[in-house]
């Protein structure tokens, strides 16, 4: 008995894993409405595509609801993780490969082959996308679109598997209000928002599409040449867009994540975000938790980030370059501004936070400042416009199809049954990134671990979507201070002793690292 | 180098050895024939749940104990040899120790109850207890619990996520009566209630009855009463684990006797956690700890003494938690089930009957001594503070706010709680 204690338990039997009749009754009209879009799919051409339409969402919407509503209605208020390492789908079983092989599927027809979906470059769309078009054209007055398809399914799952999330989690208020607030967002900022900014477009005036909390560099398309052209030339609303989407670098974030974390934005504001806290919910234990992750995080991330901004720095000097007139902001003087900053952020790190940093971190941190700064440096001295060691445009075009499509799609969404629902955020998304490092040394937020209850049960940590051993600080009695921490909440929800805290409060200095092992041994001392 | 072996790889072997190896080279051998790596025994439950795998309740990675060099050992210590410091395990084979620190813990306690030995009758403590629950309990339908306690209440817990319903058959008036005063005591009956399960107050296991095949068939209480089940779990409580002690020079009694450096007769001898049996507790609790927190300290304090730096056990202030199903518990300072002549308690419970709070301060000098908290988390440095300093319950009452440790956007009670305490001191007057 003993060799095989390493195995999961589960394999030896039974717990009860069925559904129950309101699920079943659930299950059969969200397919229902799912079978209708995939029928439009391959191209079944519907007469009345408003009613398919409506009678599909409305099946999704409602087979999504009374699902959660026969999975958690008649159970105590509380935390609900019975089974989820028995249930196939929430255990890497059968069911979580045929979710994860199918919705890898549909990213990459949506991202590379929308054809396939019925999109047309001349002419009216077919299939899936054309059913889609009597929304589009209610909302923004233009047919659909592959994206206009997919930002609907996208904020309908956010909505109703958030409606979800609100009856699992209905005895805690923070997950409710959170849940609300990521709902929100994404169905006023993300959906509704720039779809009706669409209607005020005309021949001589024209918003780029702009989700207005989608923030560089996660929105890393944000300043390209085009949409800098269309914010100028629409006047005085255009540029103040513009500047927004500035000040939401240099001022807003800094601000809100000095005083909230970065959950202000991670876990209560941002789509990809609010995707992985509704939708991607039961999967959230697959983070991997090991030190060994972690560091591949650091480093997969942080290239991330040096990846953006080179990107970013070359397409920007690209067009300033080309067009020295039309913008007041000149190459060099941007090229100046870019090398005085990531200087001066570097500056402050090492000057404040030295003894925080780690000896990879440190070399990893000059390493690439050096990378980028000589970067800027051959591309300024040499003077050739169209050159930043690589192309620009080359540039611009591997980094959206790795990191906007591949990773943040295709691996970050596609994989939520196997790899958890956070994989994109952990390891990709580098506004995670620079939001997290301001977390872990410009902010008030830690989680509090509470004295001496740590009980080691292990709850914290398999439940953390990003993958931080939480319990490995908790049983220190020490706080988290963790730059990947979105704040979700759900360690302190699951903790069955009231040990962890997510906090705000004064305490920014040393004692928001140190352990505290109060009352562990020696009458406290 | 020195050679210090630990019997136990729970919470207080592993702490034993993690500050030991703080503070010193020595080599250390952990030693369990449970499992190979430490596992959180409070989190067995999970495991039956399917919360969590058996890999997400190690609360370190297997790295771990290599990188600190300390040895793991997964073998059955059948004897021990105090002169020629030698353990002799199960298999013959003998291992040499300078120092010895004996953190075996716990085993099921069993009454002789006939019928206690039939297949489907079991307690739990153990990773082996935990795979015999998972075999006993395939495809039933009924279960009795016997003892209204802790494990009791989990095993309940456990048994519902399956299916399986449950009579729990409890001594006392209330759930964990001989621990939780009346009003606490009854506000987790009825959360237990709640939840399915059948509480059989002032009932108690006179017999467990089995079938043809050995199997457990039904149980008949005290009172008479015979209820059909195809599963039993006992229990009432747990004892010492130190059977392979018996025949040696260690001194016993319920546990290893120990002094209040830990130590037993023997000398470079410890014992820690809850097999150790204090000869006269060095701050008056019960000479017999079995909780996980007082483990720890146990384990941090005799690895001092063994680095060389004398310390004796003050485990500080009384701390503990649980939690009933979604009722989450936590005290501090002790709170008695019957207050002691010189306290008063106040009692404040909110309207739905779901959450309390109970304050002990001293009759005379209003001390603040301890607090019993249901369904309201409160912040441990706070709380301890408050004892250690002897705060008057007044402060207590007035700072409340400070203490509490409820995640953000709860309710928030304390003006509630201000209120009905002055109320309640206007009645006293």
Redesign the interface.
């Known amino acids: 008995m003993l060799n095989q204690l390493d195995k999961d338990i589960s394999i030896s039997g039974g717990p009860p894993v069925s559904i129950n009749g309101k699920q079943k009754v659930g299950t059969v009209i969200g397919f229902a409405g799912l079978l209708i879009l995939a029928l439009a799919t391959f191209n079944l051409d519907f007469p009345h595509k408003t009613l398919w339409l409506s009678l599909s969402l409305g099946c999704i919407a409602l087979g999504i609801s009374l699902f959660s509503y026969g999975a958690y209605a008649d159970k105590s208020a509380g935390i609900k993780n019975d089974g989820v390492y028995f249930k196939s789908l929430s255990s890497r079983g059968f069911w979580a490969w045929v979710l994860g092989i199918v919705l890898t599927g549909f990213y990459i027809v949506l991202y590379f082959f929308p054809e396939y979906l019925g999109l047309k470059q001349a002419g009216e769309n077919v299939g899936l996308i054309a059913l889609f078009d009597p929304l589009s054209k209610a909302l923004s007055g233009n047919p659909a679109s592959q994206w206009f398809v997919y930002g609907t399914l996208y904020t309908m799952a956010i909505i109703f598997f958030g409606i979800k999330y609100l009856l699992k989690y209905r005895h805690n208020p923070y997950q409710r209000i959170r849940t609300l607030s990521v709902i929100f967002f994404q169905t006023g900022f993300a959906f509704l928002i720039p779809e009706l900014m669409a209607r005020l477009n005309s021949d001589s005036f024209s918003l780029p599409y702009y989700d207005l909390k989608n923030i560089w560099p996660l929105n890393y398309y944000n300043f390209e040449q085009y949409r800098v052209d269309e914010f100028i030339s629409a006047g005085t609303v255009g540029v103040a867009l513009l500047i927004f989407g500035v000040l939401s670098i240099f001022v807003v974030t800094p601000i809100l994540t000095y005083k909230f974390g970065k959950r202000w934005y991670c876990s209560w504001v941002c789509g990809c975000g609010g995707l992985a806290e509704t939708a991607g919910d039961p999967f959230r234990q697959h983070s991997d938790k090991s030190t060994f992750a972690w560091k591949v995080e650091r480093w997969v991330i942080h290239s991330v980030v040096v990846f953006v901004v080179v990107m970013t720095t070359a397409v920007i000097s690209s067009y300033l370059g080309y067009d020295a007139e039309k913008y007041w902001l000149t190459k060099d003087a941007f090229l100046i501004g870019v090398t005085i900053l990531l200087t001066l952020v570097y500056a402050v790190i090492f000057i404040f936070k030295r003894q925080e940093l780690k000896k990879d971190a440190k070399i990893a941190a000059t390493v690439y400042l050096a990378i980028i700064l000589s970067l800027i440096a051959i591309h300024y001295w040499t003077g050739d416009s169209s050159i930043f060691l690589f192309e620009a445009e080359s540039l611009r075009s591997s980094y959206g199809f790795l990191i906007g499509s591949v990773f943040s799609g295709v691996i970050g969404t596609g994989f939520y049954p196997i790899f958890g629902n956070r994989v994109w955020c952990r390891f990709g998304c580098p506004m995670a990134a620079i939001l997290g490092i301001q977390q872990r040394f410009f902010s008030k937020f830690r989680i509090t671990s509470n004295g001496g209850q740590c009980i080691s049960c292990g709850n914290c940590s398999t439940y953390c979507e990003m993958g931080i051993d939480v319990k490995a600080y908790a049983q220190k009695g020490q706080n988290i201070v963790r730059s990947s921490c979105v704040g979700c909440g759900v360690c302190s929800a699951v903790c069955p002793r009231g040990v962890l805290k997510l906090e705000n409060g004064a305490d920014t200095g040393a004692s928001r690292y140190a352990e505290k092992p109060i009352v562990l041994f020696q009458d406290g001392k | 180098m020195k050679h210090i072996a630990i019997i136990g790889n729970g919470?207080s072997g592993v702490t034993a050895a993690r500050h030991i190896r703080k503070q010193s080279d020595a080599q250390i051998t952990l030693i369990s024939?449970e499992?190979?790596h430490f596992f959180?025994r409070?989190?067995l439950m999970?495991?039956?749940?399917?919360?969590?795998?058996?890999?997400?309740?190690?609360?370190?990675?297997d790295h771990f104990w290599e990188k600190n060099r300390i040895d793991l050992k997964?073998a059955y210590v059948k004897k021990l040899e105090t002169e020629t410091k030698q353990l002799i395990f199960e298999n013959g084979e003998r291992l040499s120790f300078d120092v010895l620190i004996i953190a075996s813990g716990s085993r099921p306690q069993f009454f002789n109850w006939p019928g206690q030995n039939l297949q489907g009758v079991q307690g739990l403590y153990s990773?082996?207890d935990?795979?015999l629950m998972?075999?006993n309990t395939?495809?039933i339908k009924k279960a009795v619990i016997v003892g209204g306690g802790l494990i009791g209440v989990e095993m309940a817990e456990m048994l519902l996520?399956?299916?399986i319903a449950v009579t729990f058959l409890v001594r006392e008036k209330r759930f964990w009566g001989n621990v939780l005063p009346q009003e606490e005591g009854e506000l987790v009956s009825k959360h237990i209630s709640?939840?399915g399960v059948d509480l059989q107050f002032e009932e108690e296991l006179e017999e467990i009855l089995g079938d043809e095949k050995g199997r457990v068939r039904a149980v008949r209480t005290k009172s008479g009463e015979e209820i059909t089940c195809e599963f039993v779990g006992l229990t009432i409580g747990v004892q010492p684990n130190i059977s392979f002690l018996e025949g040696s020079e260690i001194e016993t009694a319920k546990g290893v006797l120990v002094d209040e450096y830990l130590r037993t007769n023997c000398e470079n001898i410890y014992a820690i956690g809850d097999c150790a049996e204090f000869r006269e507790h060095p701050t008056g609790r019960k000479n017999i700890e079995q909780v996980?927190?007082t483990g720890?300290?146990m384990g941090?304090?005799v690895a001092?003494t063994i680095c060389g730096k004398q310390?004796p056990y003050?485990?500080?202030?009384w701390?503990n938690?649980?939690?009933f199903?979604?009722l989450?518990y936590?005290t501090y300072g002790w709170v008695w089930p019957k207050p002691k002549a010189e306290e008063l308690t106040f009692y404040w419970e909110d309207e739905k009957g779901e959450k309390c709070l109970r304050f002990v301060y001293h009759r005379e000098n209003r001390t603040f001594l301890a607090i019993n908290a249901l369904g309201i988390?409160?912040?441990?440095?706070v709380m301890?503070e408050w004892i250690?300093s002897k705060q008057s319950i007044d402060h207590v009452i007035n700072n409340l706010a400070k203490a509490n440790?409820?995640?953000?956007?709860?309710?928030r009670h304390e003006k509630e709680i201000q209120t009905a305490f002055q109320k309640q001191q206007k009645e006293l007057a």
């Open positions: 919470i024939a499992t190979k959180s409070t989190a999970y495991v039956y749940m399917g919360h969590m795998r058996y890999q997400d309740i190690k609360p370190y990675e997964q990773w082996q935990l795979e998972q075999a395939q495809g996520t399956r299916g709640k939840h996980w927190y720890k300290i941090a304090t001092q310390t003050r485990p500080g202030v701390f938690s649980a939690k199903f979604d989450e936590q988390r409160l912040r441990h440095e301890d250690r440790f409820d995640p953000e956007f709860f309710p």
